[in-house]
T-cell receptor, first 112, second 112 residues
Framework: AQTVTQSQPEMSVQEAETVTLSCTYD???????LFWYKQPPSRQMILVIR??????QNATENRFSVNFQKAAKSFSLKISDSQLGDTAMYFC?????????FGQGTELSVKP | GAGVSQTPSNKVTEKGKYVELRCDPI?????LYWYRQSLGQGPEFLIY????????DSGLPNDRFFAVRPEGSVSTLKIQRTERGDSAVYLC??????????FGPGTRLTVL
């Protein structure tokens, strides 16, 4: 079975600071995709960043970057220069065989 | 280019009734997904389609749940004999097959 675990139900960060959200996953596969999705209070889920397991280089999208540790099955998200608009639920997700499996989410609050 | 749309946005029904939830994917997207999200939880996979056929329906909780996509575009999730435990937000997503899912705003189902 494939599972995704986010051990931080809630986090907060001061505006302009850096925060890291944790995610671990369990799989016996060697090739797969990992994602971080953001769900603001408006409810619509949007993609933040993706990582392909066969790529050793960590993905980066502007202020968002990941620390992908394949052997440890860890996939954390770092948000730099946090902004008020980053306040949302963040979900780590794993894809194999066309199916996307989500973690339980981390609620991030960015404080002014 | 419109995004994924879902109707209705809210549905209130009584226990035992039948409901249909509709999803209009992004034009040209071959894959379509249904997820269920309970309050404070991550989205739970229900089913996904490649074209007209269900590629994986392993997440449907029981035979009261059924989904169709007869022409490979619009999809309908059908729930028979609704129960209070079916209350949740039902999310639809579509994909062109690159791994990124584009989500709709969801339908909030309340079973009284």
């Amino acid at each position: 079975a494939q599972t995704v675990t986010q051990s931080q139900p809630e986090m907060s960060v001061q505006e302009a600071e850096t925060v890291t959200l944790s995610c671990t996953y369990d799989t016996s596969e060697s090739n797969y995709y990992l994602f971080w999705y953001k769900q603001p209070p408006s409810r619509q889920m949007i993609l933040v960043i993706r990582q392909e397991a066969y790529k050793q280089q960590n993905a980066t999208e502007n202020r968002f970057s990941v620390n992908f540790q394949k052997a440890a099955k860890s996939f954390s998200l770092k948000i730099s220069d946090s902004q008020l608009g980053d306040t949302a639920m963040y979900f780590c997700a794993f894809m194999k065989g066309g199916k996307l499996i989500f973690g339980q989410g981390t609620e991030l609050s960015v404080k002014p | 280019g419109a995004g994924v749309s879902q109707t209705p946005s809210n549905k209130v029904t009584e226990k035992g009734k039948y409901v249909e939830l509709r999803c209009d994917p992004i034009s040209g997207h071959t894959a379509l997904y249904w997820y269920r999200q309970s309050l404070g939880q991550g989205p739970e996979f229900l089913i996904y389609f490649q074209g007209t056929g269900a590629a994986d329906d392993s997440g449907l909780p029981n035979d009261r749940f059924f989904a169709v996509r007869p022409e490979g575009s619009v999809s309908t999730l059908k729930i028979q004999r609704t129960e209070r435990g079916d209350s949740a937000v039902y999310l639809c997503a579509s994909s062109i097959g690159t791994g990124e899912l584009f989500f709709g705003p969801g339908t909030r189902l309340t079973v009284l």
